[in-house]
Every structure is written in C-alpha cells, then in structure tokens.
C-alpha cells in the first residue's frame, strides 16, 4: 500500500497535514498543487514532492492517489478543470475531504476511469495537527476506494464511519456542533464568568477541566447518565438564582434558557416527568 504515489491539491489545513502525516508514514507524495505560492520552508521540508502553484494541470505529475482538499465551493471548479484530461484518471482513486459533499461530485472523474469517494477527517484541523491517531473518518464513495481508504486510516491509527450519502450534511452539521460550538461554549463561560471579575484566563484554566471531565463521562456513560447539575437535581431555586443574576446579560440569558430547556428534556427522558422538571421549563420558557 505505501508503494502508492500521492497527489495532493489544496494545500490549506487539511492538505498540510495529509502532506505531513502521509509523508511520516513513508508514503511518497510526488505533487502537491495550491492556488498561491507556498513556502520554500515547506519545499525544503517536502523536497522529494513537486510543488504547482495555481491549478494549471497541463503538465501532469498525478500520483495512483489523489486528493483534493480545497474548499468545499472550490471542489466543483476543480472536478471542470480535472475532467477534460484525456487518459489521466483510469486506474487511480480520487478523494475528497469535504463533510458536506458526497462522492456525486467527483462524478465526472469516475467517468474518465477513476474510483471515487469521500474521506473527511471528524476532527479540528488546526496548524500543529501532527497525527491522525484515534480520528474518525466518515467515508462514502466506490468499494474499491472505500476499502483502500479503510486500508489507509488503519495505517495511520485512524478509524473510519462509513455513511450513506444522504447522511453526510447531518454528519457534518452534529460535526459542527460538537466542535465549533464547543468554542462558542467556552467563550459563553468567560463571558458570563467575567460578569463576577473573573478573568478569562482564570476563568478557563478552572473551568475547562470541568469540560473535559464531562466529555469523559459523556464517553463512558452516554448522554443521559452524564448529565448532572440543577437540572438534573431538580433544583429550582438554583435555576431561579441563575435567571437573576444572568438578567443583565440577554444574549447569555437567552442561550442558558435555550440549552436549559434541553437539559430538561434529557433528564425526563431518563427519569420521567416530574413537578421540578416542569416548574422549570417553565421558569426557562
């Protein structure tokens, strides 16, 4: 499998860090494509791949794997750039990387001989992503290139979901959730943390353990099981103590009620309705 030759197009987060990994697990990337210049720190570091600046694909270097790692609106441009080529598709496996896009969109590679899928990585990408061990990959696409990519996330210590196509958009939407708004969580909590004086820095470095540790306990007891607090309790005043004091903040009132009734309705889930449970939905209504 490591004797396959890559191609990368797209060098932002996500094609940095195949470019990185890959390379660390003695796979050989023989080009990489990106629309704008690249650093020749990264030439120097990557000296055996050949580095095209903008998607000018006349001079052919494509390697038995490709993977295409642009933007979600630049993957279709690319795919009407790509599928003019005469002969340069029949045997290898293009890939992308989007959460939102299904395998259809490369369509018109796979008319030109290629097998293709999606592979995008349930995971932060950030500039210092040095691995993908333990990452969950949700794939869709051709067999063949579903089991090469199975092949290739095992290699790399990596896990893979398969999805069915139309499956992919809410995927990615509880992706979105589950990362990003994770942030906006940790910015409510200093928000609200420095309506007492405490400073954000303080602020995180209490609470973020406390983030972590439930996510542990979402891991391993589930959703339900892991919820714990007043709403858990049935504790109404505390809730009531809470509505006072957040009065002066509307924006985090109105998220603390939103994600309030939500907690409510886990916990009747668990436990069943109760006369706490109801008085304070309606104290979050």
């Not at 796979?27 to 990106?34: M, R």
């Not at 993957?75 to 259809?104: M, N, R, W, Y």
């Not at 293709?116 to 990408?125: E, V, W």
């Not at 509307?250 to 603390?256: C, G, N, V």
């Amino acid at each position: 499998m490591k004797n396959a030759r890559i191609t990368i197009i797209g060098l932002g987060r996500v094609g940095q860090a195949l470019l990185k990994i890959l390379s660390e697990h003695g796979f050989e990337i023989i080009s990489a494509y990106n629309r704008s210049n690249v650093s020749n720190q990264l030439k120097k570091s990557f000296s055996g791949t050949h580095f095209f600046t903008g998607t000018d694909f006349s001079e052919l270097e494509f390697g038995d794997w490709i993977f295409i790692t642009v933007s979600d609106d630049a993957i279709q441009p690319i795919v009407e750039e790509l599928s003019p080529l005469q002969d340069a598709f029949d045997g290898k496996t293009v890939v992308h990387c989007s959460g939102t896009l299904t395998s259809q969109v490369l369509e018109p590679l796979r008319q030109k001989g290629a097998e293709t899928a999606s592979f995008h990585p349930l995971q932060s990408i950030t500039p210092t992503t040095t691995n993908f061990t333990d990452t969950w990959f949700d794939i869709e696409g051709h067999q063949r290139a579903l089991n090469i990519l199975d092949e290739l996330a095992n290699t790399l210590g990596a896990k893979t979901l398969r999805v069915k196509p139309e499956a992919k958009p809410f995927l990615h939407a509880a992706a979105v959730a589950a990362s990003n708004y994770v942030v906006v969580l940790a910015d409510l909590v200093t928000k609200i943390a420095a309506q007492g004086e405490i400073s954000e820095q303080t602020a995180l470095q209490a609470l973020t353990p406390l983030m972590e540790n439930t996510i542990q306990n979402i891991k391993e007891l589930g959703v339900a099981d892991a919820l714990t607090g007043p709403v858990a309790r049935g504790d109404i005043k505390t809730i009531q103590t809470h509505l006072i004091t957040l009065k002066d903040n509307p924006e985090a009132l109105s998220i603390y009620k939103i994600l309030g009734r939500e907690a409510v309705k886990i916990s009747e889930a668990k436990h069943g309705a109760s006369q706490s449970l109801t008085t304070i939905n309606t104290l979050l209504s």
